[in-house]
């Protein structure tokens, strides 16, 4: 039986989409099939590169016994988490709530009215260590649909109101002071993995936000512990197997506390964070290493996930095909054996391949391989550049390789992650392409993502834009992207773009009441709760996002609506930063921009010359920054300076006090530090 699945834009939903079983997306016409017949729905939710997601699908429900059982006793509705992240979040926390734990796949049970009464995560196709299998679970649900029909809309209801009365802690709408942002560094210092750097234990996750909180902390403050522990923990990171020492570009996670084993796919959003997070770094401090991190990145993302309408790609798969078994495995593209270095390099080179990369004969992996670390510092000059050979040589072995998978799907808010990571490489590493990725970017959200109205469509697939409303983390993530680009290239269009996001972001997201910020647009589809969620995870949350974004456009602009709404929405980062650092980490960047004003930058000359640069690379938390010539009417702070003496000139301004202008880099570096 064909599905609807095959004119989705999601590449998720499109693997999908030859299954046996009859999937619906998520619409209104599915749950009222449902109501129509009787049924309750499964709702499976998952994503393009999620492992557990593709094994789920392989064992059942490309299996056609399990899927006649599914479309006899249910409705089926399959939801691209990336594509809908509101209808993820409000099921995910009904998941949390009931079971204490929640991931991917998600599997859960709803009436006809979308109300949740039963909970999952991933099902085996036969009991497995404790687990019921899928098959079981689908009988037991139908039977409880079928005998107790009462008991479980009872249940779905009381789900319903528990998930309505859990209130959010918005903290009072007052932005955090010196000692909230003091205990927030303390609390990730006793968070802190002295020995390998990061917060907690396994598995690891790259704590980006929390190196740029790190580091505007340090900027702002010169508390030397914060460096050290941005600086230790990058330096780990980029030598451990969760980065590829081959190509660029970090994975999603590691398994273990020491930064060895990832988990394999590699994500836009964190290649995009951790990019910025390493050039800020080297801003910082000058390290060749975050300099050479940072620029691997950056080339990874514009090598591997560009796509050729000029946006990034979502993400590659984990998986890929193993030459050997023909099998589709974990990290099978990514890890050697001593044999396989043997066999690409020869003996000499193998033996100093294994040395500098931490290959052994027992493995560090699984089945005798090894992921590729950079475990000690780089050695002479000599072996430096035969180690250069070395690399070269897997990588083009590694290219023969069956690829992983790409997810192609362009998300908004991601693509706005990867502009401003991007925009801000090119300028401080005088890579201009880089900087063009960035606009090439940028121009596809514009002319495809945005309509006549200024509202964002939150992905789209082959030039082709999907259905679904962008949320709050899209007008967020791609306003901070515009904003990058203004402060760049120069080019006020950039500004006024942002300008339009962030006045939807007051419009739509804000509640003037209390100053919160809500997920969905208040003319979104109506679920079973408005999503809110301000704690920052994988990515910026909308909430922190749209504070950050609001902060910066108010110091170009001079805008007193957006700086209110921005330090409104900086009153949950003074309730949470205290208590969890870790989770709040972008909040806390934005609240240290806003403790340091944060400083407007207008540079009078030219663009991307000796005082632009200069601008760009000051340290101050958040400092915006528009050049442009004489007479440039481009950006506001830009309007009634001049040259000073017929010469280039800077003019910093803080908190409505402004500096005398320079003509001289050095000292503007010093008015920056």
């Not at 689908?138 to 649909?145: M, T």
């Not at 709760?529 to 001079?558: C, E, M």
């Not at 017929?646 to 409505?656: K, Q």
Request: with cysteine; hydrophobic share 45%.
């Amino acid at each position: 039986m064909p599905n609807r699945l095959a004119q989705e834009t999601s590449p998720y939903l499109l693997q999908h989409a030859d299954n046996p079983v009859d999937w619906w997306p998520w619409s209104a016409e599915a749950f009222q099939e449902a109501r129509e017949r009787g049924v309750p729905v499964l709702l499976s939710v998952g994503y393009s590169s999620c492992h557990w997601c593709h094994v789920m699908a392989h064992e059942s429900f490309e299996d056609q016994a399990t899927a006649a059982l599914m479309n006899e006793k249910f409705v089926n509705i399959k939801v691209d988490r990336e594509e809908r992240p509101d209808v993820d979040a409000v099921y995910m926390e009904a998941v949390q709530a009931a079971t204490g734990q929640g991931g991917w796949p998600m599997t859960v049970f709803l009436t006809a009215d979308a109300e949740p009464f039963y909970f999952g995560t991933y099902f085996p196709p036969e009991p497995r260590h404790g687990m019921p299998s899928f098959p079981q679970v689908l009988d037991g649900v139908h039977r409880a649909w079928t005998d107790r029909r009462g008991e479980v809309a009872e249940v779905a209801g009381k789900i319903v109101r528990d998930l309505g009365e859990r209130q959010l802690t918005h903290g009072t709408g007052e932005k955090p002071g010196e000692d909230e942002l003091a205990q927030a560094l303390l609390g990730l210092t006793r968070d802190y993995d002295a020995a390998h750097g990061g917060f907690g234990g396994a598995p690891k996750f790259p704590p980006s936000m929390a190196v740029e909180f790190l580091l505007r902390h340090y900027a702002r403050t010169g508390a030397e512990g914060a460096l050290q522990m941005a600086a230790d923990t990058c330096e780990r990171m980029a030598r451990g197997g969760i980065y590829d020492q081959l190509g660029g570009g970090f994975a999603r996670y590691s398994v273990d506390r020491e930064w060895v084993v990832p988990h394999f796919e590699k994500m836009l959003y964190d290649n995009a964070l951790l990019c910025r997070a390493y050039a800020h770094l080297w801003r910082a401090t000058g390290s060749d290493l975050a300099r050479r991190v940072a620029l691997e990145t950056a080339d990874f993302m514009v090598r591997e996930l560009r796509t050729n309408e000029g946006g990034f790609a979502s993400a590659l798969d984990a998986d890929s095909e193993d030459p050997a078994t023909g099998k589709h495995v974990e990290g099978a593209y990514y890890v050697w054996t001593p044999a396989q270095l043997r066999e690409v390099l020869g003996e000499a080179d193998a033996d100093l391949a294994m040395a500098c990369y931490g290959v052994t004969e027992e493995g560090t992996f699984e089945e005798g391989a090894s992921v590729l670390q950079l475990p000690v510092a780089e050695g002479p000059q000599a072996e430096a550049s035969r180690l250069e050979s070395v690399r070269e040589r897997l990588l083009a072995a590694r290219a023969e390789r069956p690829a992983p998978g790409r997810d192609d799907k362009i998300v908004a808010a991601w693509n706005g992650l990867a502009i401003a990571a991007l925009a801000e490489a090119g300028a401080y590493f005088d890579r201009p392409d880089l900087v063009a990725a960035a606009v090439g970017a940028g121009d596809l959200l514009v002319r495809l993502h945005m309509d006549a109205r200024a509202r964002l469509a939150r992905t789209s697939k082959d030039g082709r834009v999907g259905a679904n409303a962008g949320v709050l983390e899209d007008y967020a993530d791609v306003a901070e992207g515009f904003l990058a680009l203004a402060s760049v290239t120069g080019e006020g269009v950039w500004l006024e773009f942002a300008g339009f996001l962030l006045d939807h972001v007051l419009t739509q997201f804000v509640d003037e009441e209390s100053g919160a910020l809500y997920d969905t647009a208040a003319d979104a589809e109506r679920l079973i709760r408005r999503p809110q969620d301000p704690t920052d995870n994988a990515a910026p949350s909308g909430w922190t996002a749209a504070a950050g974004a609001l902060l910066s456009y108010a110091a170009h602009t001079g805008a007193s609506p957006h700086r209110t709404a921005a330090e409104r929405a900086l009153g949950v980062v003074k309730a949470l930063g205290p208590r969890v650092p870790r989770f709040i980490g972008h909040g806390l960047a934005v609240a240290e921009a806003a403790l340091d004003g944060p400083r407007e930058v207008a540079v009078v000359g030219e663009v991307l010359g000796d005082l632009h640069r200069t601008a760009l690379l000051g340290a101050a938390p958040g400092a915006v920054v528009a050049a442009g010539p004489p007479g440039s009417d481009e950006l506001p702070l830009l309007a009634g300076r001049g040259l000073v003496d017929g010469r280039p000139a800077a003019y910093v301004c803080r908190g409505f006090v402004c500096d005398a202008p320079t003509t001289d880099a050095s000292a503007l570096a010093g008015m920056l530090s």
